[in-house]
T-cell receptor
Framework: DSGVTQTPKHLITATGQRVTLRCSPRSGDLSVYWYQQSLDQGLQFLIQYYNGEERAKGNILERFSAQQFPDLHSELNLSSLELGDSALYFC?????????????FGSGTQLSVL | DAKTTQPPSMDCAEGRAANLPCNHSTISGNEYVYWYRQIHSQGPQYIIHGLKNNETNEMASLIITEDRKSSTLILPHATLRDTAVYYCIVRVDHNQGGKLIFGQGTELSVKP
């Protein structure tokens, strides 16, 4: 158990809808990272938050947004969903701002867009 | 960050050492070699990392060539639970903001 909690584990929705994925980092970790894993693209870094502020951006679509709350949990919002957004979404955390020597990953949310 | 090249798949007999190679011929002096693994659809798990010296921990050993252009991850006594995708990642030191960017990895199958 990495200490990173993601909910829900599975999510099934329809095209055009909006969903929210939730992540609780390890106790004491201030940075949260979101990754998307699809069959054709592999593991893609989306975005990093540190202590409530956006810190680094990767290949995140404009339809996607994230935020980190004062209690340090983070949410990834996906809107106007398309079939191609079906993927495993992972959250990871680390103690500091600098990506950390090690990232600790949650068990992921499997999103299916039908 | 420098790119890495790994074989797409490898097999290993249970109880034997698994040696996973990684080529990173364009690695820079301030870039570290990291290894993570992902057991079927679970979140990736950190294994080990190093700069130029060989490293060992409770999970594995990392051997980096003297010119740093390649490295080998060694699982000394592979078990069925080591079946996973292993990612070799080259990244700038985390203190300098080195992002963790995953490639395609090597799918290791440990067979009885």
């Amino acid at each position: 158990d990495s200490g990173v909690t993601q909910t829900p584990k599975h999510l099934i929705t329809a095209t055009g809808q909006r969903v929210t994925l939730r992540c609780s980092p390890r106790s004491g970790d201030l940075s949260v990272y979101w990754y998307q894993q699809s069959l054709d693209q592999g593991l893609q870094f989306l975005i990093q938050y540190y202590n409530g502020e956006e810190r680094a951006k990767g290949n995140i679509l404009e339809r996607f947004s994230a935020q980190q709350f004062p209690d340090l949990h983070s949410e990834l919002n996906l809107s106007s969903l398309e079939l191609g957004d079906s993927a495993l979404y992972f959250c990871a955390s680390s103690p500091g701002v600098d990506w950390g020597e090690k990232l600790f990953f949650g068990s992921g949310t499997q999103l299916s867009v039908l | 960050d420098a790119k890495t090249t790994q074989p797409p798949s490898m097999d290993c007999a249970e109880g034997r050492a698994a040696n996973l190679p990684c080529n990173h011929s364009t690695i820079s002096g301030n870039e570290y070699v990291y290894w993570y693994r992902q057991i079927h659809s679970q979140g990736p798990q950190y294994i080990i990392h190093g700069l130029k010296n060989n490293e060992t921990n409770e999970m594995a050993s990392l051997i980096i060539t003297e010119d740093r252009k390649s490295s080998t991850l060694i699982l000394p006594h592979a078990t069925l639970r080591d079946t996973a995708v292993y990612y070799c990642i080259v990244r700038v030191d985390h203190n300098q903001g080195g992002k963790l960017i995953f490639g395609q990895g090597t799918e290791l199958s440990v067979k009885p």
